[in-house]
């Protein structure tokens, strides 16, 4: 296909969106994109055999997210109207009838008709979660590189903990086996609250902490409770994905707001609507890892005092803190109470536990643990009971300490081996702490690309720019090192080197 015909399909594009925004104003624009490729498609207008404009291009020409683009595209792939063909591009498949036989004028009048062609059982915000969402990929015997995000399951005292829950199970006190409405087990509560007292410095007592079964449901809890529909809530951009899907599916408005090498810079953005939430990441910036300077964090806590929003900190991996004495959390530093403070058991523990905390301000407690019960009930109290003496007992802390150097060690692995791979050292964001590194890609290699073509190696190594929810994403990767053993980095590391080397060399063609 050449530029000239291209540059007509995205004309043809942009005129369609407007006059479809006209008709169906309420939506998403992933399925309203969608929709008109496919009727384009079924009438003929792209012909069998064209060449789609690039995602990048296309978002940029719309004036849309690429994750938007990337959705339709896969939408149309699933159903067959196009095809991708790997390091080239996407191409519009033979699914139409010649012009003139009867399939044919059928199928012109479906399209005519312009069915709504995405399942109609879903509902509207499902569709914007699963539109606008990136999820890591799945692949099943690989050797866990470089998923980022998962601790080193094979190194979790496994026997030690089964002891204990088992221990739990066999003499429980009744009232776990009920309907318990507390929040959570007061011992894990005040084990918890003595913990992050001392290793966050966060004003925590006992009564103040909720457990949850994970940070999804911490963060739907704090929506419902917190935010009635489509009020404004400002999020990292780039920023965590599961943090989007939630608040999205509780109906609140969304601003991504871009982070710089001191955080959450909102101050870049005057015109921005005072939100009732606003979530960070302060400690390990997710996916980036830069850490929100003392300066911002101050002038952050003002700000939500002033505007009477809640800050929602989620500091999710900074355990594994690789230099100098722990952080404070940006909750020791509130005097005023307007910030939530919500970690989880997942990576210190691991994934499948699906125990995570908040920490809540006075006041706040009893209506969010009420409203708990009401909307999921409450339950695992043994496992719950064995984890705050997991806590009690010390092992906890042995555990992340140990956890913690083989961590650091592997991290030492990854940038060298990828250096060594390459030939020279690529450009590193974060590392101070955490499970992941990201990588910035030299200009001209697509991420997209790119993560496609290791995965299809058996590499997991997800695209930075789908992390972005507004324009202007980063092209880098996401490398996940915690949980792969040292001699699999070094093998995954060889053949992300070659994948990118040979990006390179396509792009300077
Ligand atoms: C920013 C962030 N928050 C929280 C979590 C943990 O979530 P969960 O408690 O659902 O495992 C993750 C996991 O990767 C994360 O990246």
Same mark, same amino acid.
């Given at each position: ?146 998923? #980022? ?108 707001? #871009? ?15 005072? #939100? ?18 003392? #300066? ?34 940006? !909750? ?39 409203? !708990? ?137």
């Amino acid at each position: 296909m050449v530029m000239g015909e291209m540059k007509v399909a995205v004309e043809a594009l942009q005129a369609g969106l407007v006059l479809d925004l006209q008709q169906n104003p309420g939506m998403p624009m992933n399925k309203r994109l969608y929709r008109l490729l496919r009727q384009r498609i079924l009438l003929g207008d792209l012909p069998a055999g064209a060449k789609l404009p690039a995602t990048r291009q296309l978002a940029d020409a719309l004036n849309i997210a690429r994750n938007t683009v990337l959705f339709a595209f896969e939408q149309l792939q699933v159903e067959g109207f196009v095809e991708t063909r790997t390091g080239d591009g996407t191409y519009i498949a033979t699914t139409r009838m010649p012009a003139g036989s009867a399939a044919g004028k059928a199928q012109r009048k479906v399209a005519e008709r312009l069915p709504d062609p995405v399942a109609p059982v879903l509902s509207r915000r499902a569709h914007d979660v699963l539109g606008q969402q990136f999820m890591s990929p799945r692949i099943s015997g690989g050797t866990g590189a470089f998923m #980022p995000g998962v601790p080193a399951i094979d190194d979790f005292p496994l026997l030690k903990w089964q002891r204990l829950v088992q221990q739990m199970h066999r003499l429980p006190d009744r009232t776990w086996l009920s309907y318990p409405r507390e929040g959570g087990v007061h011992e894990l509560k005040v084990a918890l609250s003595q913990h992050l007292r001392l290793t966050r410095a966060l004003q925590c007592r006992p009564e103040q902490v909720i457990i949850t079964s994970g940070t999804q449901q911490s963060l739907d809890l704090l929506a419902r409770g917190l935010t009635d529909h489509g009020d404004d809530v400002w999020l990292e951009d780039p920023g965590y994905n599961g943090a989007r899907s939630a608040l999205l599916a509780a109906g609140s408005t969304l601003h991504p707001i #871009p982070v710089d090498d001191e955080g959450l810079n909102w101050e870049a953005s005057p015109t921005l609507p005072a #939100p009732r939430l606003i979530y960070i990441t302060p400690s390990h910036q997710y996916p980036m890892g830069c850490v929100m300077s003392l #300066p911002r964090r101050r002038a952050l806590l003002a700000y939500a005092r002033a505007h009477d929003s809640w800050i929602l900190e989620d500091d999710y991996d900074s355990e594994f803190r690789y230099h100098g004495p722990p952080l404070a959390a940006l !909750q020791g530093l509130d005097d005023a109470g307007r910030t939530i403070y919500m970690g989880t058991f997942s990576k210190v523990m691991y994934p499948g536990l699906h125990l995570a905390y908040i920490v809540v301000p006075d006041g706040l407690a009893m209506p969010l643990i009420r409203l !708990q019960a009401r909307l999921y009930r409450e339950g695992q109290y043994p496992l719950q009971a064995a984890l705050a003496e997991f806590l009690g007992s010390g092992q906890f802390a042995s555990h992340i300490r140990k956890m913690r150097s083989l961590y650091w060690q592997r991290q030492q692995v990854l940038r060298h081996s990828l250096a060594d791979a390459l030939g020279e050292a690529p450009m590193w964001c974060g590392g101070s702490a955490g499970l992941h590194l990201v990588t910035l890609l030299p200009e001209g290699i697509d991420d997209v690309q790119l993560s496609q073509r290791l995965l299809q190696r058996r590499i997991i190594a997800p695209a930075l720019s789908l992390h972005y929810g507004g324009a202007h994403a980063r092209q880098g990767l996401m490398l996940g090192y915690a949980g792969v053993k040292e001699a699999d980095i070094e093998t995954a590391a060889r053949i992300l080197a070659e994948e990118w080397t040979a990006a390179g060399t396509r792009a300077n063609v």
